[in-house]
């Protein structure tokens, strides 16, 4: 099994959405190879519990406002592990290439000749558009899918090319969306896009503790403190998104009560309009 890796070699590998069986027999086998992993805090557990005992494992995980590694202190221990002949695994929540931050990981490694390639990982919006029953793409209304990250930097406001995302025939995918579910609404509603335009907001992708809630885009910054707890959420919108077309079990937060309101855990709005 070592010699899926060779000592010095680094490998950043795609650890999906939190789900073991949702990684690529790659991604295990290259696990089960490695000398060393460094894993990020949003790599599920059951993927962790498939490295084995005597493997070395460094947690540096960032997540908004916590970040417990800069991520030059993150090159500088894969450039240090791979030139001391590790076999190294970069273990990264969903795929890699997709807000992963791997272009620095590569390039900081490059510097010292060192080798690296990439394993991809399903990524959140599949996984969750997967568990949602609904497709990313819709034929005749949702001919583009759209990855933004929704993260700015801190005490900066979201510089995005709004009016350009505002369109009707595209399904977007919000990466790291809470902290910014209002101004995404605001900015898409004001370029255009339909207060009703569909939503769906998710959390724990794959887990058992995933969430699932559909929504509108005019309601989306009231709905997604209760719809996505406290973790990382994914904002997808776009008509492909549109609940009528999703299993009845993820339908809840469109289902009427018998006084006319909405219900989504504590959180109660008007559903007259929906």
Not at 86 to 108: C, N, Q, W
Not at 193 to 199: K, S
Not at 247 to 259: Q, T
Request: aromatic share 4%; hydrophobic share 50%; net charge neutral.
């Amino acid at each position: 099994m070592s010699e899926v890796i060779a000592p010095g070699d680094v490998w950043l590998v795609g650890a999906g959405p939190g789900d073991p069986d949702l990684l690529t027999r790659k991604a295990e086998r290259l696990i089960g190879a490695a000398s060393i992993v460094f894993y990020d805090a949003l790599v599920g557990p059951g993927v962790l519990d498939l490295i084995p005992a005597h493997v070395t494992r460094v947690s540096v995980g960032k997540r908004s406002g916590r970040h417990s590694k800069t991520q030059g202190a993150i090159d500088a221990l894969l450039v240090e592990a791979a030139l001391a002949g590790e076999r190294v695994v970069r273990l990264k929540g969903g795929d890699p290439s997709i807000f992963g931050r791997s272009t620095e990981e590569i390039d900081a490694l490059a510097r010292h000749g060192l080798r690296v390639r990439i394993c991809p990982g399903i990524t959140a919006a599949s996984a969750a558009a997967a568990s949602a029953g609904v497709s990313l793409t819709l034929r005749g209304s949702a001919r583009e899918l759209r990855f933004v990250t929704a993260h700015a930097r801190a005490g900066q406001p979201l510089d995005l090319d709004w009016a350009a995302l505002s369109d009707s025939s595209a399904t977007l995918a919000f990466y790291m969306g809470r902290g910014a579910a209002a101004d995404i609404a605001s900015q898409l509603i004001a370029n255009g896009l339909a207060p009703v335009t569909p939503v769906l907001i998710a959390s724990d992708v794959s887990l058992p503790s995933e969430r699932l809630v559909h929504t509108r885009l005019d309601l989306l910054a009231l709905v997604i403190d209760r719809a996505s707890g406290a973790g990382p959420a994914l904002i997808l919108v776009g008509e492909a998104m549109r609940a009528q077309t999703a299993p009845k079990l993820v339908r809840a937060a469109y289902e009427a009560s018998g006084s006319g309101t909405l219900a989504v855990g504590m959180l109660a709005v008007s559903s007259a309009a929906i």
